[in-house]
C-alpha cells in the first residue's frame, strides 16, 4: 500500500552532535519554492562518527529505506497515497555512529545554491508539538542549521557555519544582521539566535559566504557503495 509521510515525533535532546556551535536561526535560507534536488546527494554517507542517509522524492527506494531504519512506532502515514514528500526538499536520517544506544534522528532539509555554491537548511523534521505530557518537546524551538555543502561521486563535505564566528563579528559592530542575545540563566554566556528574514539571510550570505572563518572544519563523509540507490 502506498503511504505519505504524516507525521515524526523527535527527541531534541538526543541530538548532541547538532547542539551549541551552528548558527542558528529563526527563519530557513531557502523557501519551498527555491529549494532544488541536488544530483548525486540521494544516497548514505558516513565517517567513523556519523552517518547521514538522504532520501528524496528523486529515490523512492531509499526513501522507502530511510523510513524503515525510523522506529515505526514514532511514524503515521495517510493510506493510499504514493511515498512522497511533495516537495524540493529531503528526508534526512542523522545516526552517531559512535553512540549506538542514541536514537537517530529525522531532518527535513532544504538545498540552494547562493555564490556558486550550494547550501543545506536543516530542521527538525514535524516535531509533535502535541504531546502535553511531555514538557521537554512543549518548551523547545525548532531552529534552522545552515552548511555550505560539496556532494562528489565518492564523497559529501559539509561545512556547518559556526555560531561563534557570527557572535564575535555581531558583539564587535562588524555585521549588521537581525538576531536576538540570549542570555544564559545558568552562567554568563549567551548565545545569539539570528531573527533576520530569509532574502536578508541570503544577502547575508553572499556578502560572507566566503569567509573561511565563518565555517567550521569541513566534516568529510565517504558514500557508502552498498546503500540502496
Known amino acids: 500500500m502506498k503511504k505519505t509521510i504524516t507525521k515524526v515525533l523527535i527527541l531534541p535532546l538526543l541530538v548532541l552532535s547538532l547542539s551549541g556551535c551552528f548558527l542558528k536561526s529563526v527563519h530557513p535560507l531557502f523557501t519551498a519554492e527555491e529549494a532544488i534536488l541536488l544530483e548525486g546527494l540521494d544516497g548514505t554517507f558516513e565517517n567513523g562518527d556519523q552517518r547521514w542517509t538522504f532520501a528524496s522524492d528523486n529515490n523512492p527506494k531509499m526513501l522507502a529505506e530511510l523510513i524503515r531504519k525510523y522506529p515505526d512506532e514514532d511514524i503515521s502515514f495517510d493510506p493510499g497515497?504514493?511515498?512522497?514528500?511533495?516537495?524540493?526538499?529531503?528526508?534526512?536520517?542523522?545516526?552517531?555512529?559512535?553512540?549506538?544506544?542514541?536514537?537517530?534522528?529525522?531532518?527535513?532539509?532544504?538545498?540552494?545554491?547562493?555564490?556558486?555554491?550550494?547550501?543545506?537548511?536543516?530542521?527538525?523534521?514535524?516535531?509533535?508539538?502535541?504531546?502535553?505530557?511531555?514538557?521537554?518537546?512543549?518548551?523547545?524551538?525548532?531552529i534552522n542549521t545552515f552548511s555550505r555543502i560539496d556532494v562528489q561521486d565518492s564523497k559529501l563535505v559539509m561545512e556547518h557555519l559556526e555560531s561563534s564566528w557570527i557572535k564575535d563579528q555581531i558583539l564587535n559592530n562588524r555585521v549588521r544582521i537581525k538576531h536576538e542575545v540570549v542570555q544564559a540563566d545558568y552562567d554568563d554566556s549567551t548565545e545569539i539566535l539570528i531573527t533576520a528574514s530569509t532574502p536578508e539571510l541570503q544577502q547575508f550570505v553572499e556578502k560572507y559566504g566566503d569567509e573561511e572563518d565563518a565555517y567550521q572544519d569541513p566534516l568529510t563523509l565517504k558514500r557508502v557503495p552498498d546503500a540502496v540507490q
Open 81 to 142: 497515497e504514493e511515498d512522497s514528500l511533495k516537495m524540493n526538499a529531503y528526508l534526512i536520517l542523522f545516526e552517531e555512529t559512535d553512540e549506538p544506544n542514541i536514537t537517530p534522528v529525522l531532518f527535513l532539509g532544504k538545498v540552494g545554491k547562493l555564490n556558486g555554491q550550494y547550501y543545506l537548511n536543516l530542521k527538525l523534521f514535524d516535531v509533535d508539538l502535541g504531546m502535553s505530557a511531555s514538557p521537554v518537546i512543549t518548551h523547545r524551538f525548532n
